[in-house]
């Protein structure tokens, strides 16, 4: 899990501003909520984790 949120860091944590939200920058804050499941709605899924993220922040002025 470590490994997926450091790529997540790394390649999709930015901050898009400006017209059309076309430039962007390095996010500085980024929130993680990990949740592990141990089955699926039909009751078949192995175990397996979820990780949700948000980007937080605003780019530099």
Do not use: K, N
Request: glycine share 6%.
């Amino acid at each position: 899990m470590g490994q997926v949120f450091a790529w997540i860091e790394y390649h999709v944590s930015v901050i898009r501003f400006g017209t059309d939200g076309v430039p962007s920058v390095a996010a500085r804050r980024l929130v993680a909520a990990r949740f592990r499941r141990h089955e699926s709605p039909c009751r078949s899924a192995p175990l397996h984790d979820h990780l949700l993220c948000a980007v937080r922040g605003a780019p530099h002025s």
